[in-house]
C-alpha cells in the first residue's frame, strides 16, 4: 500500500501567506457550500489552505470530516495536475456546508476545482 498522506509541503500554514492569498489572490471560484481562491506562484507544487470556520460547520466533527474531504479531493484532482503554473489555493466553507454528504462533496469540489483550472489557464 503506497503512502496516501498529504506533507506539511502541499499545505499552506502561516497566517501571512493565507493573507497573501487573501490579498493577491488572481482566481475565485465558488458555489452555495465553497469558496476557493488561488494566487500563482513560484512555488513547486500546489499548496491548499483551508478555512473552517465553527459558522460554517458546527462541532469539530462535523469541520474535520469537511477538512479530510477537501485535502482528498485536491490530492486526487486530475484538473490541478495539468495547469502549467502553481497555485496557492484558499479553500473557504460556506454556512450548511456540514450537511452535504460525501458525494455531494465530492462533486461541488470537483466541479469548483474544474472551474479553477479553466480560469487559471485563461490568467496565466
Request: charged fraction near 20%; avoid cysteine; charge should be positive.
Given at each position: 500500500?503506497?503512502?496516501?498522506?498529504?506533507?506539511?509541503?502541499?499545505?499552506?500554514?502561516?497566517?501571512?501567506?493565507?493573507d497573501?492569498?487573501?490579498?493577491?489572490?488572481?482566481?475565485?471560484?465558488?458555489?452555495?457550500?465553497f469558496l476557493i481562491l488561488a494566487m500563482?506562484?513560484?512555488n513547486?507544487?500546489?499548496?491548499?489552505?483551508?478555512v473552517v470556520s465553527k459558522?460554517?460547520?458546527?462541532c469539530a466533527v462535523f469541520r474535520n470530516r469537511v477538512k479530510r474531504q477537501v485535502r482528498e479531493n485536491f490530492r486526487t484532482?486530475?484538473?490541478?495536475?495539468?495547469?502549467?503554473?502553481?497555485?496557492?489555493?484558499?479553500?473557504?466553507?460556506?454556512?450548511?456546508?456540514a450537511r452535504l454528504d460525501k458525494q455531494s462533496m465530492a462533486e461541488n469540489l470537483t466541479g469548483l476545482f474544474e472551474q479553477l483550472c479553466r480560469k487559471a489557464g485563461s490568467v496565466s
Open positions: 500500500m503506497t503512502y496516501q498522506g498529504f506533507p506539511p509541503s502541499y499545505r499552506i500554514l502561516k497566517s501571512r501567506e493565507f497573501a492569498v487573501f490579498k493577491n489572490n488572481s482566481v475565485r471560484v465558488s458555489n452555495a457550500s500563482a506562484t513560484h513547486e507544487k500546489h499548496r491548499l489552505g483551508l459558522k460554517t460547520a458546527g484532482s486530475q484538473f490541478l495536475q495539468a495547469l502549467p503554473r502553481k497555485f496557492d489555493i484558499l479553500v473557504l466553507t460556506r454556512p450548511g456546508v
